[in-house]
């Protein structure tokens, strides 16, 4: 057996080692508390479930769904859209129901790379970009999201050889890992860089709907000129705390929508129906649960930013998302932290670099872990101390 020399190339998954030392300690009877899950604790809405077993016991939705999704879910996307960001969508050109938004990122580099062909790609970020990118046979350029840009590219420092090559652009705010958040001058000033350079952008937008202290996220589509030469992916999996029923979105250009639903349509048989039921029920019912959850993360987002701050990291309170992205203390890498974390207090977060070559000095901590283990977790990493620093000596 010899197999293709895309999954020979692959690499072995970012965090592998970490949770495979958490299941040894944890073997041992050690008591060990994970902030590195990004996966919303809280369960989905009930109202949500309740239309899920409904449709469930409907023999009409126990056939294959078509590839595009219900028409009634197209709508209530596009509904959606129009109402949380007064951006028009037609529903049957411009909206394209994914199982989970991962899929759609993923597959959307079959539509745009060919063998050596570059999509431009954040670093750190979310490895689905580049992944993708490299099993098709085309190469990622990294752009560093680093605190000096606001953990925005610099998209006037690609090079121009880079970007003759360049046929996609990876954008993904609120981000994941840094926190960060983009306002609608970034989006405004990407689109004419696009279209500038002959770009395809693909947003990557999970979190506009977890964000903090007022804060409300903005669309990729309500830059000017976004439907032109873009598309936003979206999820109902963070919004509603759905990653479990694997539902998504992609809105936006036409073509690009169409391009994607001729590659689906070749690989997957859509999305089953009783879970496109639930996700009209998750866009269209009540909104009030999102409130609801983001008090619980703001308020975790507050207790871990004041212990990570007391044992002398330096970590801010991000406006949105998920994750407190946390400077390491001086002396050490992000995997010296995460092991040395791990190892002294029992806590478990994610290393930075695991993100990219950008993500160095910085490690990952997720606001979706229960209030129980919440509790034990603060006292544990209150109770860190920094043995590499340099003692303080006079004279
Ligand atoms: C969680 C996440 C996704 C995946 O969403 P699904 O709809 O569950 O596939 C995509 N992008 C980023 C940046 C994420 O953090």
Known sequence: MKLSKRVENLLPYLFVEISQK???KRARGEDIVSFAIGDPDIPTPPHVIDRLCQAAQDPANHRYPETE???ELRQAIAEWYKKRFGVSLDADSEVLPLIGAKEGIAHIALCFID??????????AYPVFSV??????????????????????DLDAIPADVLKQSKLLWLNYPNNPTGAVADLDFFNKAVRFAQAHDLAICHDAPYSEVAYDGYQPVSFMQADGAKEIGVEFHSLSKSYNMTGWRIGMVVGNAEMIDALRRVKSNLDSGIPQAIQYAAIEALTGPQDCIQKHNAIYQRRRDLIIDILNSIGLDAKPPKAGLYIWAKVPQGYTSVDFTTDLLEKVGVAVTPGVGYGKNGEGY??????????????GLSKLA???????????SK
């Open 363 to 376: 490690v990952r901590l997720s606001l979706t872990i229960p209030d129980a283990g919440l509790v034990k």
């Open 115 to 124: 063998l050596g062909d570059i999509a431009l790609v954040p670093d750190p």
């Open 383 to 393: 109770g860190w101390h920094d043995t590499r620093r340099r003692p303080f000596t």
């Open 22 to 24: 958490i299941a040894e």
């Open 132 to 153: 993708s990118t490299m099993l098709v046979g085309g190469e990622p350029y990294y752009m560093p999201l680093t605190e000096e840009n606001k953990f925005l590219p």
């Open 69 to 71: 999704g219900l028409p």
